[in-house]
């Protein structure tokens, strides 16, 4: 498998985690707050990828990884085995082929939202000529009642680069939550 396919491939799963079993996971009331998404989102993103898939390909999914002088929420890397057998795990990434941060908030405050936001968009600033594609994965619970815009990124979308950030959001709104996924 090429880099791109296995870049496209990790895309669509991603992107199905969100829409069937993240979903699922919060109809069934597994998921209380952030850590329980992320730590949901790693299990379905391990599951569906399989442990053959990673160790062909020298990749990696790692949570609380350092990118960028930050620390991102869950990152799909590409690892140097050689370089792994001598050296630190965190000294041997050979690129970084996805970055996801979560928000899961039940209030109306956007703060911690806009942050996320702008941490993708000082990644995607630093990163201008790696393929690595950026996820905001954000459940808010509550929002302002006068908005019928269920996106977070859409008032500032002209900021990211095109084609490399996608947001998989969820907005509750009455009677079900709306779970969709938006490609910049």
């Known amino acids: 498998m090429t ?6 491939y990790i895309d669509e799963v991603i992107n199905k985690i969100w829409l069937k079993d ?3 996971d919060y109809k069934n009331k597994f998921l209380l707050m952030e850590d329980s998404l992320k730590n949901a989102f790693y299990y379905h993103l391990r599951e569906s990828l399989s442990n053959r ?3 062909d390909n020298n990749l990696r999914i790692f949570t609380e990884f350092k990118h960028y002088g930050k620390i991102a929420d869950l990152a799909v890397v ?12 965190e000294n041997c990434t050979n690129r970084v082929l996805a970055i996801v941060e979560f928000k899961y908030k039940s209030t109306i405050s956007d703060k911690d939202f806009v942050k996320d936001m702008n941490k993708v968009f000082e990644y995607t600033q630093k990163d201008k000529l790696s393929s690595c594609r950026y996820y905001l994965a954000f459940i808010q619970e509550v929002f302002n009642e006068d908005s019928n815009d269920y996106t ?6 002209e900021r990211f680069p095109k084609g490399r950030v996608t947001e998989l959001t969820c907005f509750l709104d009455k009677p079900e939550p709306k779970w969709a996924i938006i490609k910049w």
């Open 3 to 8: 880099s791109k396919n296995i870049s496209q």
């Open 22 to 24: 993240i979903s699922e």
């Open 53 to 55: 898939f990673l160790l």
């Open 78 to 89: 590409e690892i140097d085995r050689e370089k792994a057998e001598v050296a630190h795990l």
């Open 152 to 157: 977070w990124t859409s008032l500032t979308k």
